[in-house]
């Protein structure tokens, strides 16, 4: 039975992982004037709500609550 197609064992190399994104972040004067450039109050707590709860801005836009 040796040489036979079903006889040999198909090994594939691992492959190499793709390193993943960093996020970028912002300085702590940065976050400030974000903020700060919120003139509603209402508007600068729900920013800061999603700044402080680390979500996305996909994530952010369709959270429900």
């Known amino acids: 039975m040796l040489g036979r197609a079903s006889d040999i064992v198909h ?5 190499a992982r ?6 970028e972040l912002l300085a702590r004067q940065e976050v400030t004037h974000l903020f700060a450039c ?3 109050p209402v508007y600068r707590t729900v920013l800061q709500t999603i700044y402080a ?3 996305r801005i996909s994530e952010a836009r369709t959270a429900r609550g």
């Open 11 to 15: 090994l594939r190399p691992p492959m």
């Open 38 to 40: 919120c003139s509603h």
């Open 18 to 23: 793709v390193p993943q994104k960093q996020p």
């Open 53 to 55: 709860a680390g979500l």
